[in-house]
């Protein structure tokens, strides 16, 4: 049978062979084995004896030679590495094993064999020069780091090892014996001596070829260095291959928990805080450098190179984890297969694409271990000789080599698939018909036309007005002058150009897509990663250009914090709202992940804000949710945000001063209150939050930390600090503004009232408009305890009898006072908002219906936002379903107007003229609800 039969379970993929194979099966295939088996049957014999060539024995190697017992210990260390991987091979060959115990056992060899060559050198060194010390007098050892597959955990069967030396003084002082030696000479020596032990060829032949080329400078530096050079050195002159070099750094010998903090301090060389785009430039260009030499060299056979080989798999894998790991830790992982199951996770790579290129791992890893089995060289080439062919087909457990083949190409084909559709390049697909018009542009760019020429090929988008779209793009090429755009940037730039013009010429208006669009990329002029984000990603640039085109707003807030269009990447993802308590989830972690900085959790609340706002927007503009979907996901949202930062600012405050507590003794309770939009559920995208205010804790009682405060003071400045966390300017902007302009006495009032304090101002000094504004108000931060105390003081403020005539003049009064302060209706055009027959006019309606009504029809009391008012009032029997048809229309009509106008940043205007019957009846059922007569 074919070994293509087992490849639907990478796990079976991974023990494809012999099983069962007998002993001439596994010499006969491998001339390393057989040589071992010859020169030691005696070994040969305990080992078959112990069990460990016997199903119930293990491949990892036994302990390493101890130096300080063993005579001669580069003669023992070699011996030792030769019958470990003579075990290793026979059991791998026999199909004992499955292939990731067997990359686990080769890889722990290996880490043995260097911590048994580094203690040799340190004792060795020790004798003469003494060891070096920390200020607080420790022993201070080497750090070795091993790159690439041994640092991925997954070793070759006759593999170099790639090491970084490098050690954790600042390197000042010298080494404590008898002819000392400054630090550097000293670690320079030890590393040495290392290499040296493990790297000569003797009699007994060698450990491990050591490659040491990937530290800092390459051939050309220092052996080893401190971590502070290696930091200055990944800081100022790291490329871009040293960070996929370091995606598998590990360290494996030495002090590794020294070897940890210096991943740690590489990190952010490694993985960017933004998304890295740039990264698939930098890997076609790598991978299109390997596909020259191995044309140059004739080795197109070879799997690891070659295509579809092992290394396009890393390239996939590492490539989303340089984009996207300095925002997802969970991708930093130096083992390739979980870090591609983490791909899938994150939405990154579909669950069908990672099981074929995990199945694709597993027979190339076999095939490039079993052709090093062979004889122990480091190849990756197939055999030539019809012979050797029918040899390995059957080392793999194929009945010829036509069968394995057939598989190797299936698989191949597979991953050379999967690359080309992750790493296509931006002009794969270009289509020859719009060349001349993009050659003309790229052109325009250059300024290498004249204006009237300019003109000319901007209006070949479809662009109708050519002056304003030539006056953004000629202050993009301003901006990417003065700001001295690097090389590549240009390069993007130009690239992306071309693209952005076609998308908007497909789009529903070429006009706005482009003014908006091209100060967005203004914004982003210096930022070559996010170029290289709307080069590589035509669904991301689509996604742009139709959002700009649906609202000036969306537009402009992308331009402000370019970190948005992280978002576009996925629109399914993009416009999947997800409900309550996974934004509460979502926003919690993110805010855990920077631990207790402030200014960090301020700029994650932020721009998770942000982020959001702009999947709700996404949805809106592309009419995905209706309009009622979205106010109750931004008030939803608002509401996540702010129930965070009361959190916030309560361990913030309770660090210094601790907390007040009630007559209980259980923690005071500090309530927040929205009113207006947010309280009526209504919140749109450029709302403030209309807040006030309460505590419950008892007036004498005083805070329980070292510094105390009393509750007044306290819950004042924790009001104080929750308005800076949610308002203050940051360089990710502002969560939200905050008006308390709504609390008790107004800007002279107190910031915080005590609860019983707030019910005695409501129902003893308040003013009518102020009850108006409770109507609107609800509940929405705090602990349950004081929400259902303010429900309730609500409910009674709302449910006193009052004289209708009285209240009618009084909340016409208040209308006509608004309306002559706020509406902006000219002759032409009617203020959407304030006229009359308008928004404001349905609103004081439900307002004085509840406060009119609300003693002998409580349940009007319940709901905060004027259509659920409306449609309690209808089932009450106390207004007509005709009437109330009217109004739940006019009001949907009206703040469906105002909501799409906002997200053009303009005002809600419309004309003079427009809408005249529905005005007018909701004008007449004012006059019947509220009018004079």
Same mark, same amino acid.
């Not at 039969?5 to 993929?13: C, I, L, N, V």
């Not at 309770?669 to 749109?684: H, K, M, N, S, T």
């Given at each position: ?27 006969? *295939? ?16 305990? $080992? ?19 130096? #300080? ?15 470990? /991987? ?22 722990? /060899? #290996? ?15 020790? &004798? ?42 600042? =390197? ?5 014996? +008898? ?113 020259? +030499? ?68 597993? /027979? ?188 000036? *707003? ?87 945000? /702010? ?6 600012? *309560? ?26 939009? $947010? ?6 995208? &450029? ?23 009393? #509750? ?16 203050? +300017? &940051?360089?990710? =902007? ?166 799409? +106008? ?23 059922? *004012? ?7």
């Amino acid at each position: 049978m074919g070994a293509g039969d087992t490849q639907d379970d990478p796990s079976a993929a991974a023990t494809i062979g012999v099983r069962g194979a007998d002993a001439a099966n596994i010499r006969a *295939w491998s001339s390393f084995v057989d040589d071992w088996c010859n020169a030691h049957p005696d070994r040969l014999s305990e $080992l078959r004896d112990s069990g460990r060539l016997g199903a119930s024995g293990k491949p990892n190697p036994a302990p390493a030679p101890d130096p #300080a017992v063993t005579d001669d210990f580069d003669k023992a260390l070699r011996a030792y590495r030769h019958e470990s /991987l003579a075990v290793i091979a026979w059991r791998d060959l026999a199909g004992l094993d499955a292939l990731e115990a067997t990359l686990a056992a080769l890889t722990a /060899l #290996a880490e043995n064999c260097i911590e048994a060559a580094l203690v040799a050198a340190e004792a060795e060194i020790a &004798t003469r020069h003494g060891v070096i010390r920390d200020a607080d007098d420790n022993v201070v050892r080497l750090c070795v780091m091993g790159m690439g597959k041994l640092g991925g955990g997954e070793l070759n069967f006759s593999s170099d090892i790639d090491l970084i030396f490098a050690y954790p003084h600042g =390197g000042c002082g010298e080494s404590d014996g +008898q002819r000392p030696l400054a630090v550097v000479e000293y670690f320079r020596k030890l590393a040495q001596r290392l290499v040296r032990c493990l790297h000569a060829a003797t009699s007994d032949g060698f450990v491990y070829r050591v490659d040491t080329r990937l530290r800092p400078f390459g051939d050309a530096g220092a052996l080893v260095a401190s971590f502070s050079a290696m930091e200055a050195y990944y800081q100022n002159h790291g490329r871009e291959w040293e960070r996929y070099a370091w995606i598998k750094a590990r360290p494996v010998a030495g002090d590794i928990d020294a070897g940890q903090v210096l991943n740690k301090m590489l990190r952010p060389f490694v993985y960017r805080r933004y998304l890295d785009y740039g990264t698939f430039e930098s890997i076609r260009e790598m991978k299109a450098l390997i596909d020259r +030499q191995i044309q140059q060299a004739r080795l197109a056979s070879n799997i690891k190179l070659g295509r579809g080989g092992i290394r396009e798999i890393e390239f996939m894998v590492q490539a989303f984890q340089l984009i996207r790991g300095g925002q997802e830790p969970e991708l930093r992982d130096h083992r390739l297969l979980p870090a591609m199951a983490k791909l899938v996770e994150g939405n990154h790579l579909l669950a069908h694409q990672v099981e074929d290129l995990e199945a694709a791992y597993w /027979l190339l890893r076999r095939v490039e271990n079993r052709l090093q089995m062979v004889a122990d060289q480091q190849t990756h080439d197939l055999p030539s000789e019809s012979a050797a062919q029918a040899r390995f087909a059957a080392m793999l457990g194929y009945t010829d080599w036509s069968s394995f083949v057939a598989d190797l190409d299936a698989t191949r084909n597979t991953v050379q698939a999967a690359f080309g559709q992750i790493f296509a390049g931006p002009q794969a697909g270009a289509g020859t018909a719009v060349d001349g018009r993009e050659a003309r542009l790229t052109a325009a760019w250059e300024a290498s036309l004249d204006e009237a020429d300019v003109y000319a090929v901007i209006g070949e988008y479809g662009v109708d007005d050519a002056e304003s779209v030539y006056n953004a793009f000629a202050d993009l090429r301003h901006r990417a002058n003065r700001y001295d755009v690097e090389q590549r940037g240009h390069r993007w730039l130009t690239g992306l150009l071309p693209r952005l013009f076609e998308d908007a010429a497909a789009s529903d208006n070429p006009d706005l897509a482009l003014e908006r669009a091209l100060p967005v990329i203004g914004a982003i002029v210096g930022r070559s990663n996010y170029l290289a984000l709307l080069v590589e990603h035509p669904a991301a640039r689509s996604m742009l250009v139709r959002l700009c085109v649906g609202s000036a *707003w969306i537009a402009g807030r992308i331009g402000e914090q370019p970190a948005l269009l992280d978002n576009l990447l996925d629109p399914r993802q993009l416009f999947r709202l997800p409900a309550r308590d996974a934004l509460e989830t979502e926003l919690a972690d993110e805010i855990a992940a920077v631990g207790d900085d402030l200014e960090q959790q301020m700029n994650v609340l932020r721009r998770f804000t942000q982020a959001a706002k702009l999947k709700i927007a996404a949805a809106d503009v592309t009419e995905a949710v209706p309009l009622m979907t979205v106010s109750d996901r931004l008030s939803e949202l608002a509401e996540v945000v /702010l129930n965070q930062a009361v959190e916030m600012a *309560w361990q913030q405050l309770a660090a210094r001063h601790g907390i007040p507590r009630r007559d209980d003794n259980g923690r005071a309770g500090f309530g927040v209150i929205a009113y207006g939009r $947010l309280g009526g559920l209504e919140l749109g995208y &450029t709302s403030d939050l209309d807040l006030v205010f309460v505590y419950d804790a008892p007036s004498e009682r005083v805070s329980d930390g070292d510094r105390p405060l009393s #509750a007044q003071v306290f819950f004042t400045r924790l009001a104080q600090r929750l308005i800076h966390i949610l308002a203050t +300017q &940051t360089p990710a =902007g502002r969560a939200f503004e905050v008006d308390m302009r709504l609390r008790p006495s107004g800007r002279s009032g107190l910031m915080v009232s005590h609860i019983d304090a707030f019910a005695t101002y409501q129902d003893k000094t308040a003013w009518t408009w102020e009850h108006q504004a409770l109507v609107r108000a609800r509940y929405v931060a705090g602990p349950e305890e004081l929400g259902a105390r303010f429900r309730a003081i609500r409910a009674d403020v709302l449910g006193c009898q009052r004289d209708p005539v009285q209240l009618a003049t009084q909340v016409r009064d208040m209308r006509r006072r608004m309306s002559e302060a706020k509406d902006q209706s000219t002759d032409d055009l009617a203020d959407v908002k304030q006229m009359r027959g308008g928004l404001i006019d349905i609103e004081f309606m439900t307002q004085f219906a509840v406060l009119s009504r609300g003693h002998d029809c409580p349940e009007v009391l319940i709901f905060s936002d004027a259509i659920r008012i409306l449609e309690t009032l209808e089932s009450a029997g106390l207004v007509s379903f005709e009437d109330t048809r009217i109004l739940v229309e006019a009001y949907r009509d009206y703040r469906r107007r105002r909501h799409s +106008q906002a997200l053009q940043l303009e005002r809600a205007m419309i004309p003079a003229d427009a809408l005249a019957e529905r005005r007018e009846a909701v004008a007449a059922l *004012w006059d019947q609800w509220l009018g004079e007569a």
